[in-house]
């Protein structure tokens, strides 16, 4: 297996992607797509998925191979992308994003710090369909049992509209630990807001 470097990734057409998977679990009461991308430099102590970890050439994939599988679906709302990490891969999963039906809502799980993310990728983040980002560090100690698959460092930041007359929105940061799973569904749902043409 080969392993390439991250900073290849630049502004690239290609990337690496394992598998896709249908989801009841990763983004609370609605069924995903999960696009599991291959290859983390961050190397969380707990990582659960640790088969991912490497950039392995076998698994390289062009943006619109992935797209045209992508856009065929028709059972879920919502494409997730998780791996692996998605944003080390950023340019990668931002043109697969682009091109997406916009009826898709995306979730993206990262296991870099949020504030980093916000930071860093504030482009993905404004892209209309991106509606939940998790990140931080997997942690087994601070798993969350009773509800979704977390860990209490982990934030949730969703994108919920306020405004439909001038299409406002804003990201509101889910209190992911203290809050029931119902409740959680609830503000998950309140995301799926069909964006208002201009
Ligand atoms: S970010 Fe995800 S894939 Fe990367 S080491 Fe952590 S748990 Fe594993």
């Not at 991250?6 to 992607?17: K, M």
Request: hydrophobic share 35%.
């Amino acid at each position: 297996m080969v392993e390439a470097d991250i900073e290849d990734f630049t502004g690239c057409s290609i990337g690496y992607v394992e598998r896709t998977n249908l989801s009841f679990i990763d983004v609370p009461g609605q069924i995903a797509t999960v696009v599991f991308v291959r290859g983390c430099s961050i190397r969380c102590p707990d990582c659960h998925n640790c088969e991912l970890q490497s950039f392995d050439e076998t698994r390289k994939t062009t943006v619109d191979e992935v797209v045209s599988k992508l856009n065929e679906l028709e059972l879920s709302q919502w494409i997730c992308f998780q791996g692996g990490e998605p944003l080390d891969q950023a340019d990668f999963v931002r043109a697969i994003i682009e091109k997406l039906k916009p009826s898709f809502k995306v979730c993206i799980y990262s296991g870099y710090n949020m504030e980093l993310v916000k930071r860093k990728h504030k482009a993905l983040l404004e892209l209309p369909n991106v509606r939940m980002v998790k990140a931080g560090k997997f942690l087994l100690k601070k798993r969350i049992y009773d509800k979704f698959l977390a860990t209490t460092n982990q934030r949730v930041i969703l994108k919920h509209q306020i405004d439909s007359n001038e299409n406002k929105i804003q990201w509101d940061e889910l209190d992911w630990i203290n809050n029931s799973k119902e409740f959680i569904e609830d503000q998950v749902n309140k995301s799926c807001y069909e964006e208002k043409k201009n």
